[in-house]
C-alpha cells in the first residue's frame, strides 16, 4: 500500500502553529523556574529557608540546568521534540511537587529543585530545532519570537502567582501548569506530524571520520565564539539579575515584601517586551545583528549607570528596569536570530544547548557571588559590575570581522 505524504500547511500557518506550541510550552517552563526567585523572601520571612540556602538552591538550579542544556542539547539532535519536550515538562513539575513538599529538609530541597533544573533543561535545544528545521527562515525570527517572549513574561507571571497566593501554593500551581503542558505538548506534536507541519532530520551533520573537526569548523565560521560571550554577558543580567530582582528593590530600596512583589511583577511584564522591540529594531536596521547587539549593550551600560548615580527609589528603579530591558535586546538576538539561523549546520539543538549551557554556569557564578557580595560590599558595587559587564559587551558586539551572519 503507497502511503500519500501528509500535504503542508502554507508555511505562515505552520510558523504560527509550531510557535504557538512552543511559546505555550516555554511559558510554563520559566513560569517554574521564576518562582522561587519571587517567593524567596517569604520563605525567608517565614523561616522555611535562608537567604544564604536561596543562593545555594539558586546556583544549584542554574548549574543543573546548564549541564541539563549540554547533555540534553546533543540528545535533542537525535531524539524526536515530542518526547524531550513532553517528558522534561512533567518531570519537572513532579519535582516541583516535591520541592514545595521538602523544602524545609535542606539535602530534599536541594535534590528536588536541582533535578527540576535538569528536566527543564530538556526543552529549549529541541524546540529551537523543530523551528529551525520546519519554519521557513524568513518566519523563524518571529517564530522563535514568541517563546522567547514567553521566558521573559513567566518572570511577571510568578511575581503574580506570588502576590496572591503564599510560596507552597504558588508552587504548587506551577506544578499542574507543567503537567498539564506536558500532556498538551505530547499530543500537539503528535497532531503536527501526521499532517507534516512537523518533520524530522532534514539536515545532517558531518559523518565522515572528520565529522567533529568539521562541526567545530562550521560553527565558528558561524561565530559561535562570539555569541558565546554574548551568551556570558547576557546571562548574567538575564537571569541572576532577574532572580535578585525582588530582594534589592526590598533591601536596597526599602520597600516592603509585598510592595517588592508588585514592582517586580510590574517591571518584569515591561521587560517582557524585551523581545518584539529587539526584533523590530533588527529588521529596522537592515537585519544588522552586530548593529543592534551594539547598541542593546551600550543602553544598558548607561542604564545601569545611571542606576548606580540615581537615589531616588522610583528612578532608580525605572533605570534598573531599562538595563535589564536592553540586555535582554541583547539576548534576544542570540536566541531569536542567531540559534534560528544554525539549521544548515544539523546542530541546532545541540549548539543552542551549548549557549544555554555558557549563558546558565554564568549565571550559577554570578548568582552565588551576589549573594555574598550583597552582603559584604552591597548592591552599589554589584551595580558597577554590572555596568562593566554590559560595557565589554558594547567591545564583543563590534564588527571586529567583514563577515557577519544576517
Known amino acids: 500500500m503507497i502511503m500519500k505524504k501528509p500535504t503542508l500547511k502554507p508555511a505562515a500557518t505552520q510558523a504560527i502553529l509550531i510557535g504557538g506550541m512552543c511559546a505555550i510550552a516555554y511559558l510554563a517552563v520559566y513560569l517554574a523556574r521564576n518562582i522561587l526567585g519571587t517567593v524567596s523572601p517569604q520563605m525567608e520571612q517565614l523561616g522555611v529557608i535562608n537567604k544564604a540556602q536561596s543562593g545555594t538552591l539558586s546556583s544549584l538550579f542554574f548549574i543543573t540546568y546548564a549541564v541539563g542544556q549540554l547533555i540534553n542539547g546533543i540528545i535533542g539532535d537525535k531524539v524526536k521534540a515530542k518526547y524531550m519536550i513532553s517528558f522534561g515538562l512533567a518531570l519537572a513539575g513532579v519535582c516541583n511537587v516535591v520541592f514545595a513538599l521538602f523544602a524545609h529538609i535542606p539535602l530534599a530541597a536541594y535534590g528536588a529543585y536541582g533535578i527540576t533544573g535538569f528536566f527543564l533543561a530538556m526543552i529549549y535545544g529541541p524546540m529551537t530545532k523543530v523551528v529551525a528545521e520546519n519554519v521557513e527562515p524568513k518566519y523563524a525570527a518571529r517564530c522563535s519570537l514568541g517563546y522567547n517572549f514567553s521566558s521573559f513574561f513567566g518572570s511577571p507571571l510568578a511575581g503574580i502567582l506570588a502576590s496572591f497566593f503564599v510560596w507552597s501554593t504558588a508552587f504548587h500551581v506551577s506544578s499542574i501548569a507543567l503537567i498539564g503542558m506536558g500532556v498538551l505538548c505530547f ?193 552599589g558595587p554589584l551595580i558597577l559590575i554590572w555596568f562593566g559587564l554590559m560595557v565589554a559587551g558594547v567591545l564583543v558586539s563590534l564588527p571586529w570581522k567583514r563577515r557577519k551572519i544576517q
Open 187 to 379: 499530543a500537539g506534536f503528535v497532531w503536527f506530524e501526521k499532517r507534516g507541519i512537523v518533520q524530522y532530520h532534514k539536515f545532517d551533520k558531518p559523518k565522515n571520520e572528520q565529522g567533529l573537526k568539521q562541526s567545530v569548523k562550521l560553527l565558528v565560521k558561524h561565530q559561535i565564539i562570539k555569541f558565546t560571550l554574548v551568551s556570558i554577558l547576557t546571562g548574567v543580567i538575564r537571569i541572576t539579575v532577574i532572580y535578585w530582582l525582588t530582594t534589592y528593590i526590598s533591601e536596597h530600596l526599602g520597600y516592603t515584601n509585598e510592595q517588592a512583589a508588585l514592582i517586580y511583577t510590574v517591571a518584569t511584564l515591561v521587560i517582557s517586551g524585551a523581545a518584539f522591540v529587539s526584533v523590530f529594531v533588527y529588521e529596522r536596521l537592515g537585519r544588522n545583528m552586530d548593529l543592534t547587539l551594539l547598541l542593546s549593550f551600550a543602553v544598558a551600560a548607561v542604564s545601569f549607570l545611571l542606576v548606580y548615580f540615581l537615589h531616588q527609589p522610583v528612578m532608580n528603579i525605572i533605570f534598573m528596569v531599562l538595563g535589564v530591558f536592553a540586555s535582554n535586546c541583547a539576548a534576544s538576538m542570540l536566541w531569536s536570530c542567531y540559534c534560528p539561523k544554525l539549521r544548515d549546520t544539523g546542530m541546532v539543538s545541540g549548539a543552542t544547548g551549548f549557549l544555554d549551557f555558557i549563558n546558565y554556569i554564568a549565571a550559577a557564578v554570578a548568582s552565588q557571588v551576589f549573594a555574598t557580595a550583597a552582603t559584604d560590599i552591597g548592591w
